[in-house]
């Protein structure tokens, strides 16, 4: 409606060729193949799920495994799939335990995680009480409050400071993560008055 033509400088790369369409065109052909038994016996046909994310996670710690790192490389292309793991019980484990290896290779790699979008979803995962995903979930944290200490803002909105309030109160939790969920609430209440008055709340 406004007779503009949209341009890019520098011009975006084809997407055409992208490898994600291979991996999709895979994801499929797995899922046809299974309609016709499912089409004659729909009450006893034992579905195969997709292993599209599991393959993910899978080329993603090869990346980490094979990696050159006297270089710093460009992010693996499976990390955004890394948000859409995270939703998913199934592999919320192994992706949380990937992204940990991943993180620990600099400030770098956090902006990376940051960049793709992945704040929220851990944000969301604050409100999980699952025993197996704290040693993660602490240390990912640590990480990004280290790397962006505004974070404490949204922490603060979404009661995040109880979920490391819980940790470093728990005797049963190992030391390590038990320091970590302290530096990570010394994050929220540096210099941030709302911080500290909602620390203090919960004592």
């Not at 299974?34 to 899978?58: E, G, K, M, V």
């Not at 770098?108 to 969301?124: E, H, N, Q, T």
């Not at 040693?135 to 803002?153: E, F, G, L, R, T």
């Not at 109160?169 to 909602?198: C, K, M």
């Amino acid at each position: 409606s406004y007779n503009c033509t949209p341009v890019s400088s520098p011009a975006l790369p084809s997407l055409a060729r992208h490898p994600l369409w291979a991996a999709w065109e895979h994801t499929l052909d797995l899922a046809l193949a299974q309609l016709p038994a499912l089409l004659d016996r729909p009450h006893h046909h034992n579905y195969h799920h997709s292993p599209f994310f599991r393959d993910q996670l899978t080329a993603f710690q090869l990346w980490l495994d094979l990696g050159n790192w006297s270089v710093q490389r460009p992010p693996p292309e499976q990390l955004p799939m890394v948000l859409q793991v995270l939703l998913s019980t199934l592999h919320r484990v192994r992706a949380l335990q990937i992204l940990c290896r991943f993180l620990s290779l600099g400030a770098w790699a956090v902006r990376a995680v940051l960049a793709v979008g992945i704040f929220p979803y851990m944000l969301k995962l604050l409100q999980a009480s699952a025993h197996d995903l704290r040693a993660s979930m602490v240390y990912i944290w640590a990480k990004i409050v280290a790397v962006d200490p505004s974070c404490q803002v949204d922490l603060v909105n979404a009661k995040g400071h109880k979920y490391f309030l819980s940790i470093l109160q728990d005797s049963t939790v190992d030391t390590e993560h038990r320091t970590l969920a302290a530096f990570v609430l010394a994050g929220i209440v540096d210099n941030y008055p709302a911080g500290q008055e909602a620390a203090l709340q919960v004592f």
